[in-house]
């Protein structure tokens, strides 16, 4: 049974011109504009559990004590207690809001703007036996008569709601919905009378808005902002009962019929200078769907979906076709958490599958992964093609260095001995007619497409080339030190760089400046 009094709806969605509540207009059907989001569940379903859970999967263990570490929204006066928040571009810190401004180019007056909030609402599962007076107490596990566990513990729900504002009215003034959770509470009774788990969920309140301003013509900004309106049951309050009112795990997808959202990663040359004038806080929006198959600079990167993500991540991400499933953890590497997982006694597997239904499903699809998936999460080669005879890099000797090619078309380096005569420290490559290798000076400027996400925050430092390495697809590396990194020198001493191609760098000196072996 549920009880789901209180709160704020939570199927809302509504054309709400001003400021007021939104009429509740039911539920919006997968079709059209909103069939677009599908083909991003598997990225936005990451996103929205990443860390729910962290290996080894058990509530004995620390790390599963400190959970829920991005999109945090829990009401305001608690997160201000400690003073005004500071605004950043991603979710890591807490913060009651988040604000995604973006551009979007409109093809008619009829254009219509679909905004999806998302988000995970705490759910406290408390196991309770009987007390022998018709009633129960709660305890913290308890045996079954199925001869199974069962834990109490801090399980999570999804919860979303859609919006639908017309861009006219978004133009004419703010629009508003609540976007908030209801309290509930669910039983669900063991076997053979043995106790009952109760799951108990807090209100959760918070509110959407949206507003959008003309720029030029079929080009607007739109800025789409959730907070959380409620009250800590406690200003001071523990960071673990407040999560019980908070918006966890919150992201925010965009799309609309008639309307297509600008990259702000790789925008239009002709929109820079619009992108860089949009504002986000605690959030990172890019562009969702399938990359674009040609790499047009002049044209830049467009497209009918926007993920607004509390996490750092490139335009139009993917899950890897080789993971097979969630396994929640944060930055995870599904190899080698699947082989510890594996690794689990016979014990620590029971405890995992008592602390959460989730847990046991990971176990489930790691004790039943055929080998042929298994093997599949060693890695994958995405692109792989023979290198050109040619090859712009030299060593430090005046003969020429080439990439040579096996007769197959691979790569010679496949093949025992295909690097020998290369040295990352004495190799060089000409870039704009400067030979650079290990001491040159360079300027950073990375790729708007394609690169690193973190590259973005290199543009235009500074760095100096520790070594030239060639991979095995032909290609070329320059491994930089950043000159203002306050542990360069200690990341040069252990071999911690960061890694650029030559036409990501500008040279800055006239030739290598080597240093000298001590």
């Not at 599908?38 to 990443?50: F, H, I, K, P, Q």
């Not at 639908?164 to 609540?178: F, H, I, K, N, T």
């Not at 497209?303 to 995870?332: K, N, R, Y």
Request: some cysteine.
């Amino acid at each position: 049974m549920a009880d789901t009094s209180g709160g704020e709806g939570g199927t809302a969605c509504a054309v709400a011109p001003g400021d007021g509540p939104a009429p509740d207009a039911g539920t919006v059907p997968e079709t059209g504009a909103s069939g677009v989001f599908a083909g991003m569940s598997a990225v936005a379903d990451a996103v929205l559990y990443e860390g729910y859970l962290l290996y080894p999967y058990r509530r004995s263990s620390a790390k599963n004590r400190v959970r829920w570490q991005f999109g945090v929204l829990p009401p305001r006066d608690w997160v201000e207690a400690a003073g005004p928040v500071t605004e950043g571009i991603s979710g890591s810190a807490d913060s009651w809001y988040q604000r995604t401004e973006c551009l979007v180019r409109a093809e008619g007056p009829d254009a219509a703007l679909r905004v999806r909030v998302r988000y995970l609402q705490l759910q406290r599962k408390q196991v309770e036996e009987p007390d022998g007076d018709g009633g129960h107490r709660p305890v913290e596990s308890l045996l079954t008569a199925d001869g199974g566990g069962r834990l109490s513990f801090d399980e999570a729900v999804p919860h979303e709601v859609e919006l639908v504002w017309p861009l006219a009215d978004l133009l004419r003034g703010v629009c508003s919905a609540p976007t908030g959770a209801p309290q509930a509470r669910e039983t669900e009774e063991l076997p053979g009378g043995t106790g009952r788990i109760v799951r108990t969920r807090e209100a959760v309140r918070a509110r959407t808005t949206a507003g959008a301003e003309r720029l030029a013509d079929g080009l607007y900004r739109v800025c789409v902002r959730t907070e959380n309106t409620g009250r800590s049951p406690e200003t001071g309050g523990a960071r673990g009962e407040v999560l019980r009112h908070a918006l966890l795990a919150a992201h925010t997808l965009l799309g609309g019929s008639g309307l297509e959202f600008v990259s702000l990663i790789d925008p239009p040359e002709a929109l820079r200078e619009q992108a860089r004038g949009c504002r986000n806080a605690f959030t990172f929006p890019v562009l969702g769907g399938p990359a674009p198959e040609t790499d047009d600079a002049a044209d830049g990167s467009t497209g009918p979906v926007l993920l607004s993500s509390p996490i750092i991540l490139p335009d139009h991400p993917q899950v890897a076709p080789e993971s097979p499933g969630d396994l929640h953890d944060a930055a995870e590497i599904d190899e080698i958490l699947t082989l510890r997982t594996m690794l689990l006694t016979d014990e620590e597997k029971a405890e995992a599958r008592a602390t959460d239904p989730r847990a046991a499903r990971i176990l489930d699809r790691v004790d039943t992964m055929p080998p042929e998936v298994f093997s599949r999460l060693h890695g994958a080669i995405r692109s792989l093609s023979p290198a050109s005879p040619a090859s712009s890099v030299s060593p430090a000797e005046p003969s020429a260095v080439s990439s040579p090619v096996s007769p197959e078309g691979r790569p010679a380096w496949w093949q025992e001995g295909g690097d020998d005569g290369l040295s990352p420290t004495t190799d060089t490559v000409l870039v704009d007619g400067v030979e650079l290798g290990g001491g040159s000076p360079v300027r950073l400027r990375p790729r708007k497409r394609g690169s690193d996400a973190q590259d973005m925050f290199l543009e235009g430092r500074t760095a100096r080339v520790s070594a030239v390495f060639h991979d095995v697809d032909g290609s070329t590396h320059l491994a930089v030190t950043v000159d203002d990194d306050p542990a360069a020198e200690l990341h040069g001493w252990y071999g911690r760089f960061h890694y650029f191609r030559p036409d990501e760098v500008e040279p800055l000196g006239d030739r290598p400046q080597r240093r000298q072996a001590t």
